[in-house]
């Protein structure tokens, strides 16, 4: 549907001028042009580090009269605004927008939108056109091995365990380390840096136990996957910029998918599959015994996890950013507590 927006709307745009060493600038001084050209008086809300751009969308949206907050960057980007927003007690008046930068996009991709350069003027004309969706939230709770909180947060797009989340802790050192480096930074960047880090921690885990097993408890009952490579708990459509984990998925029907890989083997296979939506190489690869392991869908999740002895600590991230790994994770999906304007038909 449509949003009903103030006659002249006022939107707050959430963005880091200071990304890929301040060229990102250019970028959002055009997108705020084209905001203003399209009738959306726009305000600058520069991003905070160590999630200091939370409090600073909540105090915002309880301060002004907003009719839009637009949150654009990565998927970390969006997830700090989408927080805010929850947290200012506003949500059910100001819907959310994207205008995706980031390296894998999971959430624009989801909904249809590119983090193309090129293709900015179409995705502020959807700010502009205020198609709306809703989106549900998880309340992730970790606590440690006694059973006491020792972090809480939103997520929207997804919290995993495992290789994945290693592979985006060595992908945030090594970006650290090129800012470093000038020349260097101007030819690996993001998308190389990330490759580099995948290829070193998959390398790794031939020579190195990452394993580690799961008891999952939901709705449909209790389970355990034993030498699991990988959790992962999804909210929208796409994971990895590319993966579709469950093309019967939706993003505003009170589940979340709970997706495991079952070591390197099911990773690849899964990769694959997931890249090639007809079902044709999962069939084939099932004809061979290549079989997968199935995951779960559900409202409410509770993750006991256990590593063996000498194995790689566990890692944890979610919404693409770093995340305490904990003994224990409590799950509760939020149905559609934000407003989210999307494409129409998405």
């Known amino acids: 549907m449509a949003g009903m927006m103030p006659s002249t709307p006022r939107v ?43 409090g600073a969308v909540r105090d915002a949206l309880s301060r002004g009269d907003w009719s839009m907050v637009v949150a654009m960057g990565g998927d970390g980007t969006f997830s700090e605004v ?3 927003l929850h947290a200012s007690g506003r949500a059910e008046q100001v819907p959310l927008g994207m205008l995706p930068t980031g390296t894998a996009n999971d959430q624009g991709k989801s909904f249809g939108l590119s983090s193309d350069p ?28 006694h ?18 989340p290693r592979v985006l802790a ?22 190389l840096v990330y490759a580099g880090a995948l290829m070193r ?37 796409i994971y990895g910029g590319m993966w579709v984990v469950d093309p019967t998925s939706r993003h505003d029907d009170g589940l979340f998918e709970v997706v495991p ?11 694959m599959v997931h890249l090639e939506p007809t079902g044709a190489l999962s069939s084939a690869l099932e004809g061979v015994g290549v079989t997968h392991s199935r995951g779960v869908r559900a409202g409410h999740i509770t993750l006991r996890f256990d590593t063996r002895a ?13 995340f305490p790994a904990t003994a224990e994770a409590r799950i509760e999906v939020l149905p559609r507590v934000l407003r989210l304007v999307v494409p129409a038909g998405a």
């Not at 205020?130 to 992730?140: I, K, V």
């Not at 059973?147 to 994945?164: I, K, P, Q, R, Y």
Request: without cysteine; proline residues 3%; aromatic residues 6%.
């Open 12 to 54: 707050l745009l959430v963005a880091n001028p200071t990304a890929q060493s301040g060229r990102n600038a250019e970028r959002i001084a055009r997108a705020g042009q084209l905001l203003d050209a399209a009738g959306l008086r726009h305000t600058l809300l520069p991003t905070l580090p160590s999630g200091g751009t939370i």
């Open 82 to 84: 989408a927080r805010g």
């Open 118 to 145: 090129a293709d900015l003027a179409r995705n502020v004309k959807v700010l502009s056109a205020g198609h709306e969706t809703r989106l549900d939230a998880g309340r992730l709770t970790a606590l440690d091995a």
């Open 147 to 164: 059973g006491s909180v020792v972090t809480e947060a939103l997520f929207f797009d997804s919290a995993g365990w495992g290789l994945s």
């Open 170 to 191: 060595l992908r945030n050192e090594d970006r650290r380390a090129i800012e470093q480096m000038p020349v260097v930074r101007e030819v690996f960047r993001d998308h």
């Open 201 to 237: 921690t998959f390398a790794a885990s031939y020579v190195e136990d990452d394993r580690f097993a799961a008891r999952v408890e939901t709705e449909e009952g209790v389970q355990r996957w034993e030498e699991l490579s990988d959790l992962v708990v999804k909210g929208t459509r």
């Open 261 to 271: 890989f079952a070591g390197r083997r099911d990773w690849l296979s899964k990769a």
């Open 310 to 322: 000498g194995a790689l600590p566990l890692a944890a991230q979610i919404d693409g950013e770093e």
